[in-house]
């Protein structure tokens, strides 16, 4: 059975440009969470989504939003892209919405210039 | 919102000794602490969970301890080995917020041979 995969797994952007990130998730899995990995830090929340609703939101501006789709992949997308987006987007998937394993993906790591 | 503090940053073992993690949280409420490994530039992937209703849980050389009261849980990874270098991340969620997770800052954790 595939993991989590996301695309692309690395990408360059410049400040002011706008990025997609994708994820699927793992079959059978109906909620996709995003976290966003800042170099030396945790992950930080930003996204959860079961069933195709937003069910969480962290504290991350409104230049980020996301959604998910029928077959349950989501997108990631982030505008007017500043320096300190650099980072590695985790993305996550879990059989329900409810305290389990997240099963991450290998990430996305935008490094904004 | 929930706060995970963690300690050490890093720590450094001999091979064959213990190790010991530990992290506290803010939020009463949470009921649910996962233990994730990452591996250099590879995904997080859980190595052990515990929720609330339970003190302590074992797999193998891996050992998590909770105190509800003092609002803190510790990893314990006895004889350690080589390939338990890594950076190992706590983790606390609650039931109101669904399956997000606050991380903690990460520990990197260096056994050497």
């Known amino acids: 059975d595939a993991g989590v995969t996301q695309s692309p797994t690395h990408l360059i952007k410049t400040r002011g440009q706008h990025v997609t990130l994708r994820c699927s998730p793992i079959?059978?899995?109906?909620?996709v969470s995003w976290y966003q990995q800042v170099l030396g830090q945790g992950p930080q929340f930003i996204f959860q989504?079961?069933?195709?609703?937003?069910?969480g939101r962290g504290n991350f501006p409104d230049r980020f939003s996301a959604r998910q789709f029928p077959n349950y992949s989501s997108e990631l997308n982030v505008n007017a892209l500043l320096l300190g987006d650099s980072a590695l987007y985790l993305c996550?998937?879990?059989?329900?919405?409810?305290?389990?394993?997240?099963?991450f993906g290998e990430g996305s790591r935008l490094t904004v210039l | 919102g929930e706060n995970v503090e963690q300690h050490p940053s890093t720590l450094s073992v001999q091979e064959g000794d213990s190790a010991v993690i530990k992290c506290t949280y803010s939020?009463?409420?949470?009921?649910?602490f996962p233990w994730y490994k990452q591996e250099l530039g590879k995904r997080p992937q859980l190595i052990i969970d515990?929720?609330?209703?339970?003190g302590e849980k074992k797999d193998q050389r891996i050992a998590v301890t909770l105190n509800k009261t003092a609002k803190h849980f510790s990893l314990h990874i006895t004889e350690t080995q080589p390939e338990d270098s890594a950076v190992y991340f706590c983790?606390?969620?609650?039931?109101?917020?669904?399956?997000?997770?606050?991380f903690g800052g990460g520990t990197r954790v260096l056994v050497k041979p």
């Open positions: 996550a998937s879990s059989l329900d919405r409810f305290p389990g394993e997240l099963f």
């Open positions: 079959s059978g899995h109906k909620s």
């Open positions: 989504y079961y069933e195709k609703e937003e069910r």
């Open positions: 939020d009463s409420a949470s009921n649910y």
């Open positions: 515990i929720r609330s209703n339970v």
């Open positions: 983790a606390a969620s609650y039931p109101a917020a669904g399956n997000k997770l606050t």
